[in-house]
């Protein structure tokens, strides 16, 4: 019996190395092609509006294909075979904004780029809910995300590398450099396939039996009339809509002010990595805090430190400051939501409530974007950035008020 689990122990801690490390790997592709892809818009002569329309369209499939994949993550025994179409999806993404002539197709491929950031993420988190201990979620999730950081610390970072220190937006080096960082996100997409074929799977699972899996019957009503479930699902939306928001709009804020992609990536960078050291300290906090307080000051803190970047884009090491205050709470949110939600419901139901975290998240990445972008047409691009740090401070005290 010990024997046995141990070997259960040492297969999930393995399974979680293989999520840390094809979860680096595709949120490198990631969140290289994402910022890239403004500049891609930049070229073309588009402006707020554009690069708005074109951030929430990233969203729109997963919008509408989130619970009936968070449904099969719930029944599927070789849940690694989701997230390889996953980032597969990725790669094909990144090759099409590379090749797209103009702003529509670039708007088609991160349609793409979203659905396989959705079906690869949805079975990163679905299996953790799955095969953890519900007292080792923290860390399973935590680590996982903290992963996720690593890649919006790196991609950002080489986007910057790449592109350099020009600031003439439509020159034939920068079109070529732009190329050059999308051909490097294909790659590093790619780079997780090998990771993810042999079946080093963990045999164990909490909702999934060798011979008959069980099937779901949770819908998305059901979900959200559990209590505290809206409120949880409200605060994720706000903390990834934030993400999205920064890495589309600050490379427009940074144009405004002639600050160089490459500082727009060190910026960027700075986020990225405060994420991953706060991510990795998530299950000393959550052993001393409550998640709840936990959840809140991040909210807040990261809502106001945030707010400040562009305001100081000008003076980097103080719009550095912000970022890092700012990246280390907004850190915490997510794997923290991910854990509140996974706990509200029964083993088998966790794939789709997680599922149901991701529709809430897609839709505000559809909806926050071309709102933001109408706020930036009167405040200018740091206005969608100031829009999304009030969303954030509006949902810590919605919890507040809650409790």
Known sequence: MVAGSKASSSGIMRWLVILIATGLLSQTALNLVRPVTTYKLISFGSGSFTVGAVTAAYAILPLFTAMMLGRVSSRIRRIRFLMVAGVGLIAVGGLGINLAPNALA???????????????TIGGQSSIARYFPDSD???????????????????????????????????????????????????????????????????????????????????????????????????????????????????????????????????????????????????????????????????????????LAPVFIDVLWASGLALLIGGFFLGLGQPMTMTMISTSVPPVDRGAALAVRLMGNRLGQVALPVISSTVAAGLGPAGAVWFCCALLCLSGAEKNLRH
């Open 106 to 120: 670039v708007a088609l491929a991160s349609a793409v780029l979203g659905l396989g950031h959705l079906m690869f």
């Open 137 to 307: 979620l923290d860390k399973g999730f935590g680590w996982f995300t903290a992963a996720y950081a690593a890649g919006q610390f790196i991609g950002p970072l080489i986007a910057g590398m790449v592109l350099g220190s020009g600031t003439d937006a439509v020159s034939a080096e920068r079109i070529a450099d732009i190329s050059l960082s999308l051909w490097i996100g294909m790659g590093a997409a790619l780079l997780a396939v090998p990771f993810l074929l042999p079946n080093w799977q963990p045999r164990v699972s909490k909702s999934v039996s060798a011979t008959s899996p069980e099937r779901s019957s949770a819908s998305i009503g059901s979900v959200l009339r559990i209590k505290g479930m809206a409120s949880h699902i409200f605060a994720s939306m706000t903390l990834l809509s934030m993400l999205d928001i920064l890495t589309a709009f600050l490379p427009l804020v940074a144009e405004k002010h002639n600050v160089t992609p490459a500082a727009v990536g060190v910026l960027l960078a700075i986020r990225g990595c405060a994420s991953v050291v706060s991510r990795l300290f998530i299950p000393k906090l959550s052993a001393h805090f409550e998640r709840r307080d936990l959840l809140v000051t991040s909210l807040y803190v990261a809502g106001v430190s945030i707010a």
